[in-house]
């Protein structure tokens, strides 16, 4: 299992496409803090988003069901997600507000979801959680 730090400073893990709900619940479980988990391909390329709360709430509402089914049965493909250029070294702040435009454009259901950061090869590369773009992001 891979991961990498979000922009709110938790660790995010990178879950196979051949993981089992139960496994991407153990995944929660051993980092409590991760807002979402990124659903990767075997190219480390995203192909889905599972919400922390969504997952366990669509967990409880039929666990027997869900524990042993695919994590991509649960997963968002609908995600929403920007490129990184190995040049940057920061978003700039219309990068920002372009990007906090986009996911307030969303569906209501889908708006407090993180987005998807992939480098240039389309690799998964981190997150930036949608409640830290909302309170501004602060740079050191």
Known sequence: M???TS???SFVPQVSTSQSCYEALQLFRSYPE???AVVC???AEPVGLVMRDRFFLQLS???LGYYQTD???LMNTRFLSTVASSTDTDFNLGSIS???NKAIDRHPELRSDCIVITNE???FAGIIDVAVLENGLTYS
């Open 2 to 4: 891979t991961g990498y």
């Open 7 to 9: 922009a709110s400073s």
């Open 34 to 36: 991760a807002p979402c």
């Open 41 to 43: 391909n075997s190219l």
């Open 61 to 63: 509402s039929s666990f």
């Open 71 to 73: 994590i991509t049965k």
């Open 98 to 100: 372009s990007l906090k």
């Open 121 to 123: 090869q389309g690799q």
